[in-house]
């Protein structure tokens, strides 16, 4: 049986490096977790790899070092803090790194429900919800469902701070593969949603799956638009994607302090329209990237990268902000125990404006609603941006028409862009399936969204 890891025995390891040396803490992260899945051929059920391991770091002389391993047994955690310090004492290595002073907090939060669900329930659903998405429209070819819950338990202490969190996470994808017979034309499509939980949300927001179909089936042979600039009207799942790459690398502050991001030269500066308002947040409820504390020990707390327009605040690890007398914000993250920490996106989305929908329709002549985002990509030290999505549909005289087009890519400066914000509509919708990798790789957890956006843009 494997030894039970707790607040107390990891403080207990840390209290003697703490009068040893300037600064030393350790992380414990335990995952698992199991998917079900449906894709009418077939029908599976997988436990997650399981992780359980440690990271041990102790600042010595301006150098930060690291030390993690998995963990079986209590022994597994000595011989970590052990090795490390061997280490430590050995090195004739000077630095000047000085970090942040911690302030002192203790808490636990956090819960995971006991799963009471048998897996041949859940597997039964999976198969019915794949055989509903087929029978629903008679053009789907391919159905598949997938449902995945991971349970995180995360300890962090230091000299000041004892924290423990659990966090539940549930994820359901829904796709289909429509076909015209008489054409052969084919169109891919998925829907779902991610969120704080567990498997009391296997039957939650259905509806997605009508939604998904209808734009399937608008989508089923479209031909590409002519490209060009346009005054468009972004859903919050484009505006989601435009707060992630806009404001994902480009104002991480580990990024910024190598040189390589373009945000360097705004900050204090106008980037966007005045009406534009963009945080990133671990604080919202019941979202898939949310947490109480980060893998640093600082607590959640919302960071206002953008206020007004005006570029405000990056974000940060303890490094990062400690090397440029930056403010602390809760994005010191870490893929796993044994990955590095870097500052990441948590929750990233914007705010809401004053503007109803239908007005902001009612505005465009000629133009495009661009909806379903697919995928994205900046460049954060030159700021260039591509955004791709399935849907644009043509908007005439203020009204929207049938006229669908797909796919459709978004091309363009991030400044330019963000300046071409005209209306910001009162809707906030925040998109849980989204995972993000730093360089493609170190991937976590992200969410984003917004309200529906007005704006310019180059689209193909």
């Not at 590409?224 to 989601?240: K, Q, V």
């Not at 204090?268 to 671990?282: T, W």
């Not at 300046?419 to 493609?440: F, P, R």
Request: overall charge neutral; proline content about 3%; glycine content about 8%.
């Amino acid at each position: 049986m494997q030894t039970q890891v707790t607040v107390e025995s990891l403080e207990e390891l840390i209290r003697p490096l703490n009068t040893k040396y300037a600064f030393a803490r350790a992380l414990f992260i335990e995952t698992s977790g199991l998917t079900v899945s449906s894709n009418l051929n077939q029908t599976l059920v997988e436990p997650l790899p399981s992780t359980r391991g440690v990271v041990v770091s102790i600042l010595k002389e301006g150098l930060l070092y690291e030390a993690a391993s998995q963990i079986h047994s209590y022994n597994d955690i000595l011989k970590t803090v052990r090795g490390l310090e061997n280490t430590v004492e050995k090195s004739l290595e000077k630095g000047s790194l000085k970090l942040i002073e911690e302030t002192s907090l203790r808490f636990s939060k956090g819960a995971v429900k006991e799963d009471t669900l048998p897996n041949i329930e859940k597997a039964t659903f999976a198969k019915q919800m794949a055989q509903r998405i087929k029978t629903k429209n008679k053009k789907v070819a391919m159905a598949s469902v997938r449902y995945r819950q991971i349970n995180t338990h995360e300890i962090y202490v230091s000299g000041k701070k004892s924290l423990e969190q659990r966090l539940p996470r549930f994820e359901a994808i829904y796709a289909a593969v429509l076909k015209d017979d008489t054409s052969n034309a084919t169109a891919q499509i998925y829907d779902g949603f991610s969120q704080r939980g567990s498997w009391e949300l296997l039957t939650e927001k259905q509806e997605l799956i009508d939604r998904m179909l209808v734009d399937g089936e608008n989508i089923l042979g479209a031909p590409r638009l002519n490209p060009g600039t346009y005054d468009c009207i972004f859903s919050p799942s484009l505006s989601g994607i435009l707060a992630h790459e806009a404001f994902g690398h480009g104002t991480e502050a580990d990024t910024m302090q190598k040189g390589r991001a373009k945000g360097s030269d705004y900050l204090g500066k106008f980037v966007a329209s005045n009406k534009v308002r963009l945080y990133d947040s671990p604080l919202l409820e019941n979202a898939a990237a949310s947490y109480y504390f980060d893998h640093e020990g600082f607590p959640a707390a919302e960071t206002h990268i953008v206020e007004n327009g005006i570029l405000n605040h990056a974000m940060t690890d303890h490094i990062s902000a400690s090397k440029l007398n930056f403010s602390r914000s809760p994005n010191g993250r870490r893929e796993s125990y044994d990955h590095k920490v870097y500052s990441r996106m948590t929750n990233t989305y914007f705010m809401p404006g004053n503007d109803l929908l239908e007005t902001m329709i009612q505005s465009i002549e000629n133009g495009y609603f661009v909806d379903r985002a697919t995928n994205g990509m900046e460049d954060p030290k030159s700021w260039g941006i591509q955004l791709e999505a399935l849907v644009a549909r043509r908007i005439k005289n203020g009204c929207l028409t049938n006229d669908f087009f797909s796919p459709v890519i978004v091309t363009g400066y991030v400044p330019e862009i963000l300046q071409s914000i005209s209306m910001v509509s009162t809707d906030l919708e925040i998109n849980g399936l989204g995972m993000c990798g730093k360089g493609y790789k170190e991937w976590v957890k992200v969410t984003d969204g917004g309200p529906y956006l007005k704006l310019k843009a180059r689209l193909a």
